[in-house]
């Protein structure tokens, strides 16, 4: 089993032909540095597709996983101060878990309490 002790979404849209390098180069180039035990998330224009790098210590794993129909939800909020999207926005499992669903996971707090209208 890969151990993942934290998850990256990297919000621009990525040519899912890359492969590991490619998209390490992207993370180094983003984030300064690829740490182990880290996930990377990467989406395609479409958000029909998206690829999983986990940097694990002594490599690199990558994942795809892509959708016949339908799209990941992959809007990201704006920060607050700059009004542009950051380059990259850490997730919880809980928020992965939703993304890789397609469900709403920027929602998630949202929906932990239930309220009268």
């Not at 934290?6 to 990525?14: G, I, K």
């Not at 700059?82 to 890789?100: K, N």
Request: glycine share 6%; hydrophobic share 45%.
């Amino acid at each position: 089993m890969i151990r993942i002790d934290a998850l990256w979404l990297c919000t621009q849209p990525q040519d899912m032909r890359a492969g590991a390098d490619r998209l390490l180069a992207v993370v180094v180039n983003l984030l300064g540095e690829a740490r182990a035990h880290h996930g990377y998330l990467f989406a395609n224009a479409r958000a029909s597709r998206i690829k999983l790098l986990v940097h694990d210590g002594f490599g690199v794993w990558c994942a795809t996983r892509r959708l016949h129909a339908g799209r990941f939800v992959w809007h990201v909020p704006p920060t607050c101060q700059s009004g542009a999207a950051a380059p990259a926005l850490q997730l919880s499992s809980q928020q992965f878990d939703a993304l890789q669903l397609g469900l709403p996971w920027q929602r998630l707090s949202e929906f932990n309490t239930i309220r009268r209208c």
